[in-house]
Structures are given as C-alpha cells and as structure tokens.
C-alpha cells in the first residue's frame, strides 16, 4: 500500500475538471438542470478514471524501462554527455515526464524531459553536465512519470537509484591533446609550430641520403665506404625529467568560471605530463602546501599517467600560504638529475614574490625552472569599462596598478635566468605545452 502511494498520482488537469464539478454542483442547488448535467459528467469522469487506472496500472511494472546510462567517470571541466534510455512496452502511446535526481554539486532543481513514445517504441535523450570540482558525485533516482492518452493518471517509476559517479581530472582535454599530438595537428588547439634551432640531439643511425637532408649531416667517412652519400640520422633527446609542481596554499582557491585555479593547474598537468611522456621525456608530480603531499617519481612507464591521474585526483586547497622553503629543501633532496621544473602557484602581489624569490634562484641554478601564474581576467574586463564617477575612477586605478604588479613579477623572474608564464586560467594548458615544444626546440632539455 505505501509503494502504491508513493508512485500513485492525479494529473493537474484532473483537479481542474473537480474543480469544474464542484461550481456546477453549486450551481446545481438554483437550477435541477444543472445539477442532473453535474451528475452525469461525474458519472462519466468517475468510469474514465477507472478505465485510465486499469490502462495505466494494470502491469505498469513490466510495462516501462528506463535507464540512466552515465560514464564511469567525469572529466572535471568538460561537458559530459549522459544519457537516459526509455522502452514503452505499452500497447499504446504513453506520455512520459522524466526526473533525474541530479547530484547536489550541480545545483540543478528544474531538471525534467518529456517525450511521447508509441507501442513498443524506444527512445534515448542526452543531457550535459559541467562537474567544477573533483569527487563522488551522487545520482539519486530516474523518476519516469507516464500517462494515458486520457491523461487522468500518473504513475512513477523508479530506476537506477543512488549510482555514484566520480568526477577526476580532465581527462577528455586529455585525450584531445593526445589524439592532435599523435596526428601532428596540435596547432588546431593554438600551440605553436616551432621550428627547431638546434642540433642537440642524440645520434640515432646513418643512412641513405635523399633529396632534401641537410648537407651538415653528410657522413663523408661512411660516404667513402659506400660510394653514395650517407647521412647521420639523429633524435630528439630522450629521457629528460619533466616534474609538474602544484602549490595547493590558499592563493589557488581564487575561482574562475566556477572552477579554481588549482583545478586548471591539475588539468594542465595531466595534459603535460602525458605530451612528455608521448616526447619520450620522463613526467613527474609534486604537491605541496605548508608540506609536501605527494612526489610521484618522473617516469615513462605504461602505469605512470594512472599514477598521476590518482594523485591528483584527491588534492585539495588549504588556507596557509605555501612553504616554498619546504619544497626546495624537498626536490634537493630527490631529484638530483637537472629536470624541467613546472612550478603552478600564484602571487598575491609584488610582496609575496619576494618571499619566494631566493628559493626560485636556488633552483634555477641546478634546474630549469619555469613559475606559471595567472592574469585576474575580470580585473583586466574592469579596465575597459567607462569610468563615469570617481568610485569608478578608483576601482580603474586600483587595477592598473595589480595588473601592473603582475607584469612586474614576470619581469622580475626573467632578471634571474627563471622562465616565467603569464597565463588566463582558459589558455593554460596551451601555454604550458607551447613553453615545452619551445625547450625542447631549442635543446634546453
């Protein structure tokens, strides 16, 4: 009896046509015509009712699928698809009103999906989500309203209730940027086409000449040898330490497009770590705070992006500020190779550049250390506002002068040999790949 309650409902409409009885019954008490006509529509009402009971109850059960077909996992950032699969077994044609029980993290109330389907007929219907944040993301219950053509009764179904989702890292921007390196077409996603400005790679083979080598590379002793022109054949360096470092202090918290900072960090380090990986080059992973958190040793095993992928899927932001002392006592420690340094982070201003700056110097003597930082886009939107008032007038000035401090820092770093990227938080990832290529065209690595 309680189930039957629970998924036992009378259309709005229906109320309406009570609604509508009633006046008439009133209406009855001053004229018996009225009242024999309020009679008799009830009468009809009452045996529509009953056989749209019957139609719509009778087997409801085995009557109606339904399904939510969610992905294993979602990619934070990225749109995800997710899909909701209806049979109607009914012999007739159903309405159908469908309620997903979307996890609270989206902060989606109003969500529903109608659609009539024919005897026998199956339908799929897609709808987007956009996760902000990593971790478990609850699905509730597929709620499947139906109804009769006669449109008195509703019955709701339940399915797929309380399927948990995981939300990890973008792993779709990582697989888009690894579909474009392998076709070599990377400069669709704005990265750069470097030329190459250096010879400092390693020998790979001699060969044949053809038409178009570089006479540099001719091989005059295996030429002698053969009697036709040979070539040294040489190869990027491989097997270079590329280490993508995560300040997870407070200053990444800040948001932007509902996601933060520490978020487009991790994203941009799943996508770099795997374009070295596919370079040839080791990828590596530190996170740290007050302490440090995780050090994933640089690699290029088969296993290492899950690794990576893992680790970076449990960081969170604390509300102390960073200890840059810690993580250079850290990486003197346990990385003795020179490596690419990719240090995530952001300054609050000139000020808390200065609190880090004689670490930064330390490391670039022994590494190649590159800080990447952000630009405020919405301070940067201020300054193309019209100032009108003097409130206006102050706000303008009062972000000429951080976004001048923030210049001011790349200038600074560049003064002491330290690789330094201005970033929006949406051109991240290009920017970090295009300073990669860039290295790695000019044999720094």
Do not use: C
């Amino acid at each position: 009896m309680k189930n039957f309650l629970k998924s036992f409902y009378i259309n709005l409409k229906a109320y309406y046509s009570l609604g509508f009885f009633v006046v008439l019954f009133i209406l009855g008490n001053f004229f018996s015509l009225i009242f024999v006509a309020a009679k008799i529509g009830l009468l009809l009402w009452l045996s529509v009712f009953i056989v749209d009971f019957l139609l719509i109850y009778f087997g409801s059960g085995l009557k109606v699928q339904a399904r939510r077909i969610a992905p294993e996992k979602l990619s934070n950032g990225d749109e995800n698809p997710i899909t909701v699969e209806i049979t109607n077994h009914y012999p007739f044609s159903v309405d159908f009103e469908i309620v997903d029980e979307i996890p609270f993290q989206f902060q989606i109330r109003n969500f529903n999906m109608k659609l009539r389907l024919k005897a026998g007929e199956k339908k799929t219907k897609t709808y987007i989500l956009r996760p902000v944040e990593r971790g478990e993301y609850n699905f509730g219950s597929l709620n499947v309203y139906q109804s009769s053509p006669l449109g008195i009764i509703m019955y709701r179904a339940f399915f797929n209730q309380n399927q948990i989702v995981p939300v990890y890292p973008s792993f779709l921007s990582l697989r888009k940027y690894e579909l474009l390196a392998i076709s070599n077409r990377l400069t669709e996603a704005g990265v750069k086409k470097i030329r190459k400005i250096t010879n400092n790679n390693e020998f790979e083979q001699i060969r044949d000449y053809v038409q178009g080598d570089d006479f540099r590379t001719l091989n005059w002793k295996a030429t002698a040898r053969r009697q036709h022109l040979m070539v040294n054949q040489y190869q990027d360096e491989k097997s270079q330490q590329v280490f993508s470092i995560i300040d997870m202090g407070r200053t990444m918290k800040m948001p932007f497009r509902e996601m933060s900072l520490l978020d487009y960090a991790i994203n941009a380090s799943l996508v770099i770590s795997n374009i070295a990986i596919q370079k040839h080059d080791k990828a590596g992973l530190i996170t740290f705070s007050v302490d440090i958190h995780n050090f994933v040793q640089a690699d290029r095993k088969k296993t290492q992006m899950s690794k990576i992928m893992e680790v970076l899927y449990k960081q969170k932001t604390g509300f102390r500020e960073s200890n840059m002392e810690a993580l250079y006592a850290a990486i003197k420690r346990k990385i003795s190779q020179r490596s690419l340094l990719l240090i995530y982070t952001n300054f609050e201003g000139y000020i808390s550049l200065q609190r880090q700056l004689p670490y930064f110097k330390r490391l670039a003597k022994n590494h190649l250390l590159t800080v990447i930082f952000f630009e405020n886009t919405e301070i940067s939107d201020l300054l193309k506002i019209r100032a009108d008032d003097i409130e206006a007038v102050y706000q303008k000035t009062i972000a000429e002068k951080y976004l001048f401090e923030k210049r001011l820092i790349k200038q600074e770093l560049n003064k002491y040999g330290i690789h330094a990227i201005l970033t929006k938080p949406e051109n991240l990832t290009v920017n970090t790949i295009n300073k990669y290529l860039e290295f790695k065209s000019k044999g720094m690595i």
